[in-house]
């Protein structure tokens, strides 16, 4: 028993899982199940964009989402909406309806913004947090993540097995794959890697590129308040909100583009209808005098 042990926790550890339950219990066919399963296994693009989807759809469901006349909606798809290709992957925005501050996005291109954290950043700043986002994207850290996650869940049911592909998931290992989707831990690297992508693609679409250390400073300053254990924990494995406010201004400095940055007036409401005031038209009247 205590051989089985040591090689599950190998297993674990070769997958950068930090917490094995004391529960799972892997038989001696099980695990090597397992391990010839894992020693043939590939996951590929196709593969994380397909489970992503399946894992967004069901995080879709169980979400508040922002209607398409909703005013979260319809900002977000007034700052955002021009953009919804990259390179070799397409994208498309929601917003949950939640307080937290947060937003990611999945391998197949799915971005999902809370409107808490609309609520505390201007169109800029958002532009800033959703570009690291997809900077992820781009950079394979999410297909990395969403394929973590399965195998993950492959090790702990033990249908990593059979098959060098990708199996069917069930409903319930979906939800656990997109709750790991957001919270997804990256690791430092990949977090600079992804700002760094975020401002350039601020630079290259024409945007202040000094609203990025906007925006984490914002983060810094939310770490200090009362919200400061819900920042902690989201910022957990990302590189210090201060810290990465200094890169980004460096890299304006260098460019020759810095400047402190005001923020902008946020606005998440409908618009107002125009609408035209007709002049009410009055008769004249003339009086004759006697």
Same mark, same amino acid.
């Given at each position: ?29 099980? !695990? ?34 922002? $209607? ?17 290709? $990259? ?15 947060? /937003? ?11 409107? $808490? ?27 990395? /993540? ?14 990593? %097995? ?7 998931? @069930? ?39 000094? /609203? ?16 400061? %254990?819900? !920042?902690?924990?989201?910022? %957990? %494995? ?30 998440? @409401? ?21």
């Amino acid at each position: 028993m205590k051989k089985k042990t040591i090689i599950a926790g190998i297993l674990f550890a070769a997958f950068g899982l930090t917490k094995m339950s004391a529960q799972i219990n892997f038989g001696d066919k099980a !695990i090597g199940a397992v391990q010839k399963g894992v020693t043939g296994f590939t996951f590929s693009n196709a593969d994380a964009a397909k489970l992503s989807k399946e894992a967004v759809d069901k995080l879709d469901s169980e979400h508040e989402i922002a $209607g398409p006349s909703d005013g979260y909606a319809l900002r977000l798809n007034r700052v955002f909406g021009k953009h919804v290709s $990259g390179e070799g992957f397409s994208l498309n925005y929601k917003v949950y309806k939640l307080k937290e501050v947060n /937003a990611f996005a999945t391998a197949d291109g799915s971005v999902r913004v809370y409107s $808490g954290l609309m609520d505390i950043m201007d169109d800029n700043e958002l532009i800033a947090v959703i570009g690291h986002e997809i900077g992820h994207v781009a950079n394979n850290d999410s297909r990395d /993540a969403v394929r973590a996650a399965y195998q993950k869940e492959a090790l702990m049911d033990g249908v990593a %097995s059979q098959s060098a592909t990708v199996a069917t998931v @069930t409903d319930s290992q979906l939800g656990k794959i997109g709750s790991a989707i957001i919270d997804s831990k990256y690791s430092r690297k990949q977090e600079s890697e992804a700002d760094l992508y975020a401002y350039n693609f601020m630079k290259k679409n024409g945007y202040n590129v000094n /609203a990025e250390e906007s925006a984490f400073r914002i983060l810094a300053k939310m770490s200090e308040g009362s919200q400061a %254990s819900f !920042i902690d924990q989201m910022m %957990s %494995s990302h590189p210090d909100s201060n810290k990465r406010a200094d890169e980004a201004k460096k890299r304006a400095e260098k460019d020759g583009l810095y400047k402190p940055y005001v923020q902008q007036k946020i606005v998440n @409401t409908v618009p107002a209808a125009t609408t035209t005031k007709k002049a009410a038209k009055t008769k004249k009247t003339t009086t004759k005098k006697k």
